[in-house]
């Protein structure tokens, strides 16, 4: 086993794909907190437990599933885990890699550059069919975004997918 002793001997992709998930379980714990205050209030104004226990339950689901988007590669494909489901992408057959405006459930679907959106983007993959599919589970800051979408076009065949049309 390899030890990282530095920040700098750690591989750019690696780097980039270890980040893929930490917005959503930031979220899920603010919301957690939320909720259980929200609980908490209820149980206090209302003599209810459930009331408590059923707002604390949501958030420990929420925060249970934002531990599961991830997105890792081998030599010849990438992988990305969404909430409920995984796909995977050959490189051979995917046009290029996009960063996009975040579009999905943390902002109701707005998908803006504007404020409202808090810089959040998320990665979209073009295949060479020409068909697009965004991965709103790819939510993170967009210095992340922008890292992992260039690691990611390098590694897609004749130069991060310079010459390659659709078909």
């Known amino acids: 086993m390899d030890i990282v002793l530095r920040s700098e001997d750690v591989d750019p992709t690696s780097h980039a794909l270890g980040k893929v998930g930490l917005l959503p379980r930031l ?13 908490l209030v209820g149980w206090v104004a209302s003599g ?12 420990v689901v929420l925060v249970g ?7 890792w590669t081998d030599d010849e494909a990438v992988f990305v885990r969404s909430y409920f ?15 996009v405006p975040y579009s999905g459930l943390w902002n109701r679907g707005a998908g803006t550059e ?3 959106n808090f810089g959040m983007r998320m990665i979209i993959v073009i295949r060479l069919r020409g068909s697009t ?5 790819t939510l993170s800051s ?16 004749n130069e991060g997918g310079a010459d390659r049309t659709h078909e």
């Open 27 to 39: 979220l899920s714990s603010i919301f957690l907190v939320l909720f259980s205050l929200a609980g």
């Open 48 to 59: 209810v437990i459930a009331a408590f226990i059923t707002s604390f339950a949501l958030g």
């Open 65 to 71: 599933f934002s531990f599961r988007p991830k997105i």
């Open 85 to 99: 489901g995984t796909r995977r992408f050959a490189f051979i057959d995917v046009l290029t890699f996009h960063d």
């Open 114 to 116: 504007s404020w409202l």
């Open 133 to 137: 599919i965004p991965f709103p589970a």
């Open 142 to 157: 967009r210095r992340t975004c922008t890292a992992l979408v260039a690691a990611l076009n390098a590694r897609l065949p």
